[in-house]
């Protein structure tokens, strides 16, 4: 690299570490909270940032010795039968997870800068929800949550915003009412947009800055057309309030869904890209849409353990929806209503699953990994578990 490329990069890279600064100074105005804006800026380094990946990876583990991270499926219950959904076809018994076990779990975290609570299952249904919400964010947690919005009325969402829930994804995979409810069998379309709308109202009408709000869509054969016309919808739905959406191809396949499974086409990308210039929207492809995926080493995901409702510890979300639960398990690391979670963090194979990742080996638990390159490491392949 020549000194002009390299005075650009290192120019570059004090823009943009300036511009965090400033952003935190304005956020910490703003919230008149430090713990709380450290907490968001703890995050946005270390799981979004390049430098804070790298000194994860450099750390060789080490960094963070403890993790700050955290996804708990509060529930295995849910209202529909989506046809890109495991939950649609395996035999997993359906429960809450209670609210006393949720503050165990929560309170082995000290400290914890953020918490995503979606499972397989709809967080709504569990009826100490809001108060598992609360819990956290009395301790300055961020909250982030990924929801279809179907029970998303006008005192739920009144309630959001006066905890100040952090930030919500709307589970919305169709611009139109047909192709919606062929995918989220059960589901109603024009009352998950009222519901959108209401809470979007509510936030306007109150000058609240949470939760804030973007949209997931789930790329599959019956909708992947429907990309374009979908960021029209958003920008109709949304004015001219600063929006995100992200678009994830399904991650896994397995038998009942498989013929559902599409990659997204370039030209469907790219119109996608020309509609939402001039608008309020910002486009996200998700790690697991680009072809090319790069070597497990470089995977941080483990600094974010998920935790089943059943108590279950693995290593990330990643291996979710690809309906096995049961090899989930049983590469797992240990239960935390069985043992805390320092002791499962300590333990040998936790201990050794990481230093597998970071030396550029698959563990037999991400041999169907669906952001890293993983091949041949395929589930019983000839790398898995090596």
């Known amino acids: 690299m020549d000194i002009k490329k390299k005075a650009l990069n290192c120019a570059r890279s004090f823009k943009r570490f300036s511009c965090r600064v400033a952003g935190f100074f304005r956020k910490l105005g703003t919230e008149k909270d430090l713990r709380y804006v450290l907490n968001i800026y703890l995050f946005d380094f270390l799981w979004n940032s390049t430098a804070g990946r790298w000194l994860v990876r450099k750390s060789g583990g080490r960094f963070p010795r403890y993790p700050v991270f955290l996804e708990i499926e509060v529930t295995t219950r849910c209202n529909l039968k989506c046809l890109i959904c495991e939950h649609t076809y395996w035999k ?3 429960r809450d997870m209670s609210l006393a076990q949720f503050r165990s779990i929560v309170d082995q975290f000290r400290p914890l800068c953020w918490i995503g609570l979606t499972g397989i299952g709809e967080s709504f249904i569990n009826p100490a929800f809001l108060r598992m919400l609360e819990y956290v964010k009395r301790r300055k947690v961020f909250v982030e949550l990924y929801d279809t919005f179907y029970f998303i009325d006008r005192a739920t969402a009144a309630r959001l915003i006066d905890l100040k829930v952090d930030k919500m994804f709307v589970s919305l995979d169709a611009a139109t009412r047909e192709t919606y409810e062929r995918i989220r069998c059960g589901s109603d379309f024009e009352r998950v947009v009222r519901n959108i709308r209401t809470m979007m109202e509510l936030k306007r009408e109150r000058k609240a800055s949470r939760p804030e709000i973007s949209f997931h869509f789930i790329a599959n054969r019956l909708n992947y057309l429907e990309i374009p016309d979908y960021v029209d919808l958003i920008a109709s739905l949304c004015g001219n309030t600063p929006v995100r959406v992200q678009f994830t191809r399904m991650l896994h396949q397995f038998q009942e869904t498989a013929d559902l499974f599409i990659e997204i086409p370039p030209e469907i990308i790219a119109e996608a890209g020309r509609r939402a210039r001039g608008t309020s929207i910002t486009l996200i492809w998700n790690e697991d849409v680009p072809a090319v995926k790069p070597p497990i080493s470089r995977c941080t995901a483990w600094t974010m353990p998920f935790i089943f409702v059943t108590g279950e510890v693995i290593s990330c979300c990643a291996s979710n ?64 578990g090596r």
């Open 92 to 94: 997993e018994p359906s």
């Open 321 to 384: 929806e690809a309906n096995a639960r049961d090899f989930q398990k049983a590469h797992g690391f240990g239960n935390i209503f069985e043992k805390s979670f320092r002791e499962i963090w300590d333990s040998g194979k936790y201990r050794d699953f990481r230093k597998r990742v970071l030396g550029g080996r698959v563990p037999a638990a991400c041999v169907d990994c669906p952001i890293f390159a993983v091949k041949p490491a395929r589930r019983g392949g000839p790398t898995a």
